[in-house]
């Protein structure tokens, strides 16, 4: 039999995904496991939002659509863009998307030839990592450092830029870290980029969850998406849509376009009825993800006070997302070993920090998308566990 594509062979798949499975197997067999390791929120899907998608089915709603998206959905899309963004983008900048996580796949293959370079943070999501192996591209990681609260610098992405450099990946708030990086300092990579030329994809898949004192900033605001800035949204997160894979991205025309033919070519469309699930979510009562987000901020203020108790591990409260990155460095662990450990001896699911790259060796991931007491009850185990090592 013949091997495998040079791209087949390069696939790693989520981290994330493969400890669930792991977990899952231990639940089977009776383990009573407590979830820190992934980002679902465990609210349910506001009910108005389920209501349309339903209202869409019994309609009829179940056809092809146009490869771009709904009229409808790119119309309140643009809407939701100039009341949280400040601009207003084209319609021909809005491309409908199956989640957010292909936006990154889609951005680097339309956009870096073989031998070109994309920057990436490290620590970061591994879906950037992994998409810039599926796409057969060469992949650079720029550091992120705990000294500054892992907030990303023009200082840190300039010092691996070379002429191969084509894309950079920015992502804030940060998945692992939660960080938050300024307004200020999001200008100066705006212009490092246009002094070097190359594309930016703004990962913003966290926006509505900056609980620090200022406010989002995406860095599409600067040339409103039309020069050289992509940025990439879904309805996971806010909206506790993990499952009904729905996203939006927006950029220059010229990109979008090409975009949307891969798109085409690969997933026809996004499905119309949970297009119209997106609308009702951006349009219709923003109550419950009001009610979402101010349980993050408690649970994360929760999370961060019981860190305060536990010996040999420090953690620094985030300025957004849902997550916490610890450091473990006094134990002597690695991270595997602590994750790996703590999972078998309390049944406390997290994720290594190296999972999201070498900066992360030393840390690990807590979710705070869980409730108030599986978190607490999570905190006790890993309370336990730290005090024996």
């Known amino acids: 039999m013949k091997s495998l594509s040079q791209v087949a062979n390069q696939l790693v798949?989520?981290?994330?995904?493969?400890?669930?499975?792991?977990?899952?197997?231990?639940?089977?067999?009776?383990?009573?496991?407590?979830?820190?390791?992934?980002?679902?929120?465990?609210?349910?899907t506001p009910l108005h939002i389920t209501r349309a998608a339903i209202n869409a089915l019994e309609a009829g709603d179940t056809h092809y659509v146009s490869s771009w998206g709904l009229p409808d959905f790119i119309e309140a899309?643009?809407?939701?863009?100039?009341?949280?963004?400040?601009?207003?983008?084209?319609?021909?900048?809005?491309?409908?998307?199956?989640?957010?996580?292909?936006?990154?796949?889609?951005?680097?293959?339309?956009?870096?030839?073989?031998g070109e370079?994309?920057?990436?943070?490290?620590?970061?999501?591994?879906?950037?990592e992994a998409s810039v192996r599926a796409a057969g591209v060469v992949g650079v990681t720029y550091p992120l450092n705990s000294e500054n609260g892992f907030r990303i610098t023009a200082d840190a992405i300039e010092s691996m830029m070379?002429?191969?450099?084509?894309?950079?990946?920015?992502?804030?708030?940060?998945?692992?870290?939660?960080?938050?990086?300024?307004?200020?300092?999001?200008?100066?990579i705006f212009d490092l980029a246009r002094r070097h030329d190359i594309y930016v994809f703004s990962d913003e898949i966290y926006a509505r969850m900056v609980f620090g004192p200022g406010a989002f900033f995406s860095m599409g605001t600067v040339d409103r998406c039309e020069e050289r800035v992509i940025i990439s949204n879904g309805f996971s997160k806010a909206f506790a849509m993990t499952g009904w894979?729905?996203?939006?991205?927006?950029?220059?025309?010229?990109?979008?376009?090409?975009?949307?033919?891969?798109?085409?070519?690969?997933?026809?469309?996004?499905?119309?009825?949970i297009q119209r699930a997106g609308i009702a979510a951006v349009e219709q009562?923003?109550?419950?993800?009001?009610?979402?987000?101010?349980?993050?901020?408690?649970?994360?203020?929760?999370?961060?006070?019981?860190?305060?108790?536990?010996?040999?591990?420090?953690?620094?409260?985030?300025?957004?997302?849902?997550?916490?990155?610890?450091?473990?460095?006094?134990?002597?662990?690695?991270?595997?070993?602590?994750?790996?450990?703590?999972?078998?001896?309390?049944?406390?699911?997290v994720v290594p920090g190296n999972h999201f790259g070498v900066s992360g060796e030393g840390f690990i991931r807590i979710s705070c998308a869980s409730s108030k007491e599986q978190l607490s009850e999570g905190m006790s185990r890993i309370r336990d566990f730290s005090g024996r090592l």
């Open 285 to 349: 009562s923003q109550a419950d993800v009001d009610v979402m987000m101010a349980s993050y901020r408690s649970r994360r203020d929760l999370v961060v006070n019981l860190f305060a108790e536990i010996p040999n591990i420090d953690v620094k409260s985030p300025g957004g997302a849902f997550y916490l990155f610890p450091s473990i460095h006094k134990t002597g662990l690695s991270s595997e070993e602590f994750a790996a450990r703590l999972l078998h001896e309390e049944a406390v699911a």
């Open 77 to 114: 899309s643009r809407k939701a863009t100039f009341s949280s963004r400040g601009f207003l983008p084209e319609v021909g900048q809005v491309l409908v998307t199956p989640g957010a996580n292909i936006a990154t796949y889609l951005t680097i293959r339309c956009l870096v030839n073989a």
């Open 162 to 188: 070379t002429d191969k450099t084509r894309l950079l990946i920015i992502n804030s708030p940060s998945n692992p870290t939660g960080a938050v990086t300024e307004a200020n300092e999001l200008r100066k």
């Open 13 to 44: 798949g989520q981290p994330m995904f493969q400890i669930i499975d792991q977990v899952r197997q231990m639940e089977a067999m009776g383990r009573d496991v407590v979830h820190l390791e992934i980002g679902e929120p465990d609210f349910e």
């Open 245 to 273: 894979r729905l996203g939006v991205v927006i950029g220059p025309s010229v990109v979008m376009q090409k975009m949307m033919l891969l798109l085409q070519t690969t997933l026809s469309c996004v499905p119309p009825f």
């Open 117 to 128: 370079e994309v920057l990436y943070p490290d620590p970061g999501f591994p879906t950037y």
